[in-house]
T-cell receptor, first 115, second 112 residues
Framework: AQTVTQSQPEMSVQEAETVTLSCTYD???????LFWYKQPPSRQMILVIR??????QNATENRFSVNFQKAAKSFSLKISDSQLGDAAMYFC????????????FGSGTQLTVLP | DADVTQTPRNRITKTGKRIMLECSQT?????MYWYRQDPGLGLRLIYY???????NKGEISDGYSVSRQAQAKFSLSLESAIPNQTALYFC???????????FGSGTRLTVV
């Protein structure tokens, strides 16, 4: 079974600085997808970024980028120029189209942004 | 209106009571899911449904049941609520051409 591990329950970053959230996963599949979701205090699950495993290029969305290391099964999220609105719980998630399209989530990292 | 609507937003219930959490969607998606979120555990799958006649258990289905009343509606029931079912519950939808989910805004359930 696929597992997703986020080893940092909490992290903090100074406003305008850069922070990296870690995620590792375990799978025997070769074609899958990885996601980072943001959950602010409003509880809404917001898709931050998505990475297709078959793509070597790391995904980027504005200030958010990933470092995808397929061989190492690592998928970290880098937030540049951190803003107060980035404070939230961040979940890493794995998705394999053959698994009834179920998302498997990590345990989450609570990010605090310090003014 | 939201694409995926969950009701109620918050609910406090007593141990032993039956409670239903409702989810409706306007996305037209066939696939619907119920997840439970607990601190330190992330989101875990309770049940999922591919269409009205296809319902499947997830990893933590004990103590829960579901009903897919229509393509757009998928309800989660706790037949006899217990305190360790206190959690945040999410409904989500997807379709075969969509990579990823559309989530509702969650129901926070407290069992006292």
């Amino acid at each position: 079974a696929q597992t997703v591990t986020q080893s940092q329950p909490e992290m903090s970053v100074q406003e305008a600085e850069t922070v990296t959230l870690s995620c590792t996963y375990d799978t025997s599949e070769s074609d899958y997808y990885l996601f980072w979701y943001k959950q602010p205090p409003s509880r809404q699950m917001i898709l931050v970024i998505r990475q297709e495993a078959y793509k070597q290029q790391n995904a980027t969305e504005n200030r958010f980028s990933v470092n995808f290391q397929k061989a190492a099964k690592s998928f970290s999220l880098k937030i540049s120029d951190s803003q107060l609105g980035d404070a939230a719980m961040y979940f890493c998630a794995y998705y394999w189209p053959g698994s009834a399209r179920q998302l498997t989530f990590g345990s989450g990292t609570q990010l605090t942004v310090l003014p | 209106d939201a694409d995926v609507t969950q009701t109620p937003r918050n609910r406090i219930t007593k141990t032993g009571k039956r409670i239903m959490l409702e989810c409706s969607q306007t996305k037209g998606h066939d696939r619907m899911y119920w997840y439970r979120q607990d601190p330190g555990l992330g989101l875990r799958l309770i049940y999922y449904s591919f269409d009205v006649k296809d319902i499947n258990k997830g990893e933590i289905s004990d103590g829960y049941s579901v009903s897919r009343q229509a393509q757009a509606k998928f309800s989660l029931s706790l037949e006899s609520a217990i305190p360790n079912q206190t959690a945040l519950y999410f409904c989500a939808t997807s379709d075969p051409d969509q990579i990823g989910y559309t989530f509702g805004s969650g129901t926070r359930l407290t069992v006292v």
